[in-house]
């Protein structure tokens, strides 16, 4: 591929950098009055949600502590796995903690209903979800975000975080890919 025909391969822009950037705003607002006295752990899921991550805490306005977990979901392509299995543990105690779990999507809920059930078992205070998008199939889940960007189609997007085959992720903007990228 050559790279500079990276923003070119997205044909469709669901949402540009200054839509997301006002949303995480948004739901950071959210996020501080509801938290208000109380100690924050964000936690985000490597790898797609490093950009929210980014941004959300640096459009909280109050101190925040930030941990990692890594788990696998879905193999290199667009098909879930049905597996989930952790690859990097928190190195945070979250027992008598606020945990807010940061997300950038969620699609059939598989992933994030097992982490939270996780995390519920280590004792914390609270947990949390904020996910910048959440797809369809995610509202017949018992895990309920708090808080969400977007409830969009079901489509794979990508940018912003997010991958198709580890590319992508770079694109300040979120859309969908041309078709001649799959084939
Ligand atoms: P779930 O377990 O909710 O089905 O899937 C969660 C993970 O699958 C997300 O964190 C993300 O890594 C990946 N995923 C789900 N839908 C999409 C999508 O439309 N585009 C991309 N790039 N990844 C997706
Ligand atoms: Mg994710
Ligand atoms: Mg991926």
Redesign the pocket.
């Known amino acids: 591929m050559d790279s500079a025909h990276v923003e070119s391969d997205l044909i469709n822009i669901l949402f540009t950098e200054e839509q997301i950037q006002a949303k995480l705003q948004e739901m950071a607002d959210r996020i501080a009055a509801d938290y208000e006295g109380q100690d924050l752990l964000m936690v985000g899921?490597l790898r797609?949600?490093v950009m929210v991550m980014a941004d959300l805490s640096r459009s909280l306005g109050r101190h925040v502590e930030m941990d990692w977990m890594a788990v696998s979901?879905?193999g290199s392509g667009?098909k879930?796995s049905g597996v989930v299995r952790i690859l990097k543990d928190l190195d945070t105690d979250i027992s008598g903690r606020h945990v807010l779990v940061v997300?950038?999507?969620?699609?059939?809920?598989?992933?994030?209903s097992w982490l939270i059930s996780n995390l519920s078992s280590r004792n914390p205070a609270s947990v949390e979800i904020a996910t910048l998008l959440r797809?369809p199939?995610?509202l017949s889940m018992p895990v309920e975000p708090k808080y969400v960007g977007w409830d969009i189609p079901n489509?794979?997007?990508?940018g912003y975080g997010?991958?198709?085959k580890e590319r992508y992720r770079n694109l300040r903007d979120i859309g969908t890919l041309a078709p001649h990228v799959y084939s």
């Open positions: 899921v797609g949600a979901s879905y667009t879930s997300d950038e999507i969620i699609d059939t809920g598989l992933t994030l797809k199939e995610a489509e794979f997007v990508v997010l991958d198709y």
